[in-house]
Nanobody
Framework: QVQLVESGGGLVQAGGSLRLSCAAS????????MGWFRQAPGKEREFAAA????????YYADSVKGRFTISRDNAKNTVNLQMNSLKPEDTAVYYC???????????????????WGQGTQVTVSS
């Protein structure tokens, strides 16, 4: 089993920054992919970013490209999401997710991920 625990959410003004972390434990493999998804009230869960377990390959939704950076910290076994230039439309619950094997063309599909964290709230005020 894999456990994922997110932290780092909060309230920030538009234009500000937040850093989310996801602590992973359990059996993850070198083929695993870690992702961040988000869900705003009344909307479907959407892909934000993903990284290979090595951190070498990264993927971003167009809506966050250039503002968000996903990274791996191998020493701490965490996946981080640095969010800059935040906008009110970034307000959502952010979820960390993991999957043991996925093709690069499917990293944005939530149903491909086997493990999920409990989510952390990010609120961006205008």
């Amino acid at each position: 089993q894999v456990q994922l625990v997110e932290s780092g959410g909060g309230l920030v003004q538009a234009g500000g920054s937040l850093r989310l972390s996801c602590a992973a434990s359990g059996r993850l493999f070198s083929s695993s992919v870690m992702g961040w998804f988000r869900q705003a009230p009344g909307k479907e869960r959407e892909f934000a970013a993903a990284t290979s377990w090595s951190g070498i390959r990264t993927y971003y939704a167009d809506s966050v490209k250039g503002r968000f950076t996903i990274s791996r910290d191998n020493a701490k076994n965490t996946v981080n999401l640095q969010m800059n230039s935040l906008k009110p439309e970034d307000t959502a619950v952010y979820y960390c997710a993991a999957t043991e094997a996925i093709t690069s063309g499917s990293v944005d599909r939530s149903y491909k991920y086997n493990y999920w964290g409990q989510g952390t709230q990010v609120t961006v005020s205008s």
